[in-house]
T-cell receptor
Framework: GENVEQHPSTLSVQEGDSAVIKCTYS??????FPWYKQELGKRPQLIID?????GEKKDQRIAVTLNKTAKHFSLHITETQPEDSAVYFC????????????FGQGTILTVHP | GAVVSQHPSWVICKSGTSVKIECRSL??????MFWYRQFPKQSLMLMAT?????????EQGVEKDKFLINHASLTLSTLTVTSAHPEDSSFYIC?????????????FGPGTRLTVL
């Protein structure tokens, strides 16, 4: 089955800096890669996703890049703000997974004012 | 759009009792719903996948007789934790996918915090 590794487990940045979270996946059949943001005690919220026919996708301060050959994808947050502080999860799915997603271990992002 | 509700948001029960958690997709028909369990400071662990009108598919290591899943309609799935014990205490989250949206995109409910005394 699919295996997703996420790094780093914790990330601390100053407000205004950029933050990068990286994930690798094992199943070359996976073709859908969403990122979720989860605040303490709340539901995971989809913040951006990318499919394997695209190498990069941007939405305001958030971008995701995908390298299918190397089987890794990354989340980039620019001009970080304290409200970006949360746990971020990457996931991989699609292909033969029948809608299932395999999640990474999560990254606790702290943005210091 | 893509609103998923979950009820109750929290529940405290005595050991040995059963607890039912409901997951509803409010503005779309979800062909597939997923049930996850999340321990503090950990990732989401998929427990089972449920498709409307068919039996749920459980992940390895998840007891199907303990965690009963029913997906009676395209907008409702239920998880019943039978004979709950303290080790079943956890945050249970459902998600809904499919229907008119991308089959791969999952939208999560707010979760249910279960505490078994």
């Amino acid at each position: 089955g699919e295996n997703v590794e996420q790094h780093p487990s914790t990330l601390s940045v100053q407000e205004g800096d950029s933050a990068v979270i990286k994930c690798t996946y094992s199943d070359s059949a996976s073709n859908y890669f969403p990122w979720y943001k989860q605040e303490l005690g709340k539901r995971p919220q989809l913040i951006i996703d990318i499919r394997s026919n695209v190498g990069e996708k941007k939405d305001q301060r958030i971008a995701v890049t995908l390298n299918k050959t190397a089987k890794h994808f990354s989340l980039h947050i620019t001009e970080t703000q304290p409200e970006d502080s949360a746990v971020y999860f990457c996931a991989a799915g699609g292909g033969t997974s029948y809608g299932k997603l395999t999640f990474g271990q999560g990254t606790i992002l702290t943005v210091h004012p | 759009g893509a609103v998923v509700s979950q009820h109750p948001s929290w529940v405290i029960c005595k050991s040995g009792t059963s607890v039912k958690i409901e997951c509803r997709s409010l503005d779309f028909q979800a062909t597939t719903m997923f049930w996850y369990r999340q321990f503090p400071k950990q990732s989401l662990m998929l427990m089972a996948t449920s498709n409307e009108g068919s039996k749920a598919t459980y992940e390895q290591g998840v007891e199907k007789d303990k965690f009963l899943i029913n997906h009676a309609s395209l907008t409702l799935s239920t998880l019943t934790v039978t004979s709950a014990h303290p080790e079943d205490s956890s945050f249970y989250i459902c998600s809904a996918g499919g229907g008119g949206r991308s089959a791969d995109t999952q939208y999560f409910g707010p979760g249910t915090r279960l505490t078994v005394l």
